[in-house]
């Protein structure tokens, strides 16, 4: 079993702080160091047991570190990195879990000149819409998958160690490349987030005076928890994975229109085969999405 004796954690939130509480209890970690912009934050994390010792400074943080975690919001990757180039052993295995993975493929590249073998891009595929460390669980990755995107000049053992951790944690790991999970994602996870703060933000102005959400039923309200989310991380995430997130949006664009029309020429035959295609896929993917 992997063994990891000093890990920092950079950006101690809900997804950072998870994975400590996670490790901690799966008994494979020495000491975390936390690391963070937030004095208050961090000395919080402590109290909880989230991490040993916290340090403000990047640089002093991963001095010493086995393995690095960057739990930060995808803007803010490329600064840390800058911040702790020069303090890092070339031994130390660094991973990130942000959302989108070409994007921190290129900030790697942009601040170290190319990409060192002991950077293992990650994304696990689970969270919630809340933030912070205060939000955080050790159950949040048990039976949810994590998806790595090594390069072609990413060491093995340094993918074995990350692919190690999240498994630890009860997560399944795949690997794939990062344009293609950054397609995948822009699909099933950056654009559904767009829609439903999209949704609420034009309800919100479309109703004016009127308070049109205190009719809102039970479907709205499962509709639109994601647009509870955190506002900045999702405007980074938008910006990172544009390329992909503006193909999905234009599909969706596309096939909103040929409802519109349905709905306009009261085409019931076409809406109702619309609908019975979408749920039957709904239903078939259920058990999978509740896994
Ligand atoms: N929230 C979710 O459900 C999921 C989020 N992710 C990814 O995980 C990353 C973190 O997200 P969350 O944990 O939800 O966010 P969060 O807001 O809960 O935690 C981020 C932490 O990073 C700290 N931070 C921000 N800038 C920093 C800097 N320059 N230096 C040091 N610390 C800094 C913040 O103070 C905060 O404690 C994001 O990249 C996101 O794309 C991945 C999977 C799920
Ligand atoms: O709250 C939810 O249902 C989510 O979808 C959480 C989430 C947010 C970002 C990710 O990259 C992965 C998962």
Same mark, same amino acid.
């Given at each position: 079993?992997i063994h990891? /004796?000093?890990?920092? +954690?950079?950006?101690?939130?809900?997804?950072?702080?998870?994975?400590?509480?996670?490790?901690?209890?799966?008994?494979?970690?020495?000491e975390?160091?936390?690391?963070?912009?937030?004095?208050?934050?961090?000395?919080?994390?402590?109290?909880?047991?989230? +991490?040993?010792?916290?340090?403000?400074n %990047?640089? *002093?943080?991963?001095t010493?570190a086995?393995?690095? +975690?960057?739990?930060? /919001?995808?803007g803010?990757?490329?600064p840390?990195?800058?911040?702790?180039?020069?303090?890092?052993? *070339?031994?130390?295995?660094i991973t990130?879990?942000?959302?989108?993975?070409r994007?921190?493929?290129?900030?790697?590249?942009a601040?170290f000149?190319?990409?060192?073998?002991?950077?293992? %891009?990650? @994304?696990?595929?689970?969270?919630?819409?809340?933030?912070?460390?205060?939000?955080?669980f050790?159950?949040?990755?048990?039976k949810?998958?994590?998806?790595?995107?090594?390069?072609?000049?990413? &060491?093995?053992?340094?993918?074995?160690?990350?692919?190690?951790?999240?498994?630890?944690?009860?997560?399944?790991v795949? *690997?794939?490349s990062? &344009?293609h999970h950054?397609?995948?994602?822009?699909a099933?996870? @950056?654009? %559904?987030?767009?829609?439903a703060?999209?949704?609420? &933000?034009?309800?919100?102005?479309?109703?004016g005076d009127?308070?049109?959400?205190q009719?809102?039923?039970g479907? #709205?309200?499962? #509709?639109?928890?994601?647009? *509870?989310?955190? %506002?900045?991380?999702?405007r980074?995430?938008?910006?990172?994975n544009r390329?992909?997130?503006?193909?999905?949006?234009?599909?969706?664009?596309?096939?909103?229109? +040929?409802?519109?029309?349905?709905?306009?020429?009261?085409?019931?035959?076409?809406?109702?085969?619309? #609908?019975?295609?979408?749920?039957?896929?709904r &239903?078939?993917y259920l /058990?999978?999405?509740?896994?």
């Open positions: 079993m990891i /004796p000093r890990l920092c +954690v950079i950006g101690v939130g809900l997804i950072g702080g998870s994975l400590a509480l996670a490790l901690r209890r799966a008994g494979i970690v020495g975390i160091v936390g690391c963070g912009r937030n004095q208050s934050n961090l000395r919080r994390a402590v109290e909880l047991g989230v +991490v040993d010792c916290y340090q403000t %990047p640089a *002093s943080a991963v010493g086995d393995m690095i +975690v960057l739990g930060v /919001p995808l803010n990757v490329r840390v990195l800058t911040t702790i180039r020069d303090a890092l052993d *070339s031994a130390t295995i990130d879990v942000g959302s989108a993975k994007c921190v493929i290129e900030d790697i590249e601040v000149g190319d990409i060192p073998a002991r950077f293992v %891009p990650g @994304h696990p595929v689970a969270g919630t819409e809340k933030s912070g460390v205060e939000a955080a050790a159950d949040l990755f048990q949810r998958r994590t998806i790595l995107t090594p390069l072609a000049q990413t &060491d093995p053992q340094a993918v074995s160690a990350v692919a190690a951790l999240w498994e630890a944690v009860g997560a399944e795949i *690997s794939m990062a &344009d950054d397609r995948m994602l822009a099933t996870s @950056h654009l %559904p987030h767009l829609l703060f999209g949704l609420v &933000d034009t309800l919100a102005r479309w109703g009127e308070d049109i959400f009719y809102a039923a479907g #709205f309200r499962d #509709f639109t928890r994601i647009a *509870s989310s955190d %506002p900045v991380m999702w980074d995430i938008c910006i990172a390329a992909a997130l503006l193909e999905a949006l234009e599909h969706y664009r596309e096939d909103l229109g +040929v409802l519109t029309e349905l709905v306009r020429c009261l085409d019931g035959q076409a809406l109702e085969r619309v #609908f019975r295609n979408a749920k039957a896929v &239903d078939r /058990p999978l999405l509740e896994r």
